[in-house]
């Protein structure tokens, strides 16, 4: 694995909290590495998700997106406009095993709702 790319590619999903899209974040690193080619920033998004430095979100109806926050946080997906908000509601796990009685290993929340602009729209 070519490490400057991997870089690049790290780079691309820290500079913006957009929560990009692996097309995107190709987009944008082709803009500084025009040679680089789309399946070696797949590889390298693939490989960062799996050494823990990029977290990857499984969006409701759309594609999965990058996140380089690995920090706790959820995440809300608007209705309207497909926006994906970050969320620090803090780590939930002592609460849910309180309620619940049980062990938890992981869990995963889906939130849905309305980002600012979208719910401004409504009044
Ligand atoms: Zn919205
Ligand atoms: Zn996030």
């Known amino acids: 694995m070519n490490t400057k790319q991997k870089t690049l590619v790290l780079e ?3 500079e913006t909290c957009d929560h990009r899209t ?9 803009a500084r590495m025009p040679q680089i080619a789309m399946g070696t ?3 390298n998004l693939a490989q960062l998700v799996s050494d823990g430095i990029v977290r ?3 969006v409701p109806n759309g594609p999965d997106r990058y996140d380089g926050c690995t920090e706790c946080h959820e995440h809300l997906y608007c209705d309207n406009c497909g926006k994906v908000i970050d969320v620090w509601c ?9 309620a619940t009685g049980q ?3 992981s869990y995963s929340l ?14």
């Open 90 to 98: 803090g780590d939930l796990t002592g609460a849910i095993e309180n």
């Open 22 to 30: 692996a097309e995107e974040i190709y987009i944008a690193a082709k």
């Open 12 to 14: 691309v999903v820290r």
């Open 103 to 105: 062990k938890l290993s």
């Open 41 to 43: 920033v797949y590889r």
């Open 56 to 58: 990857r979100l499984e």
């Open 110 to 123: 889906t939130l849905r709702g309305l980002c600012e602009a979208c719910g401004a729209q409504v009044g």
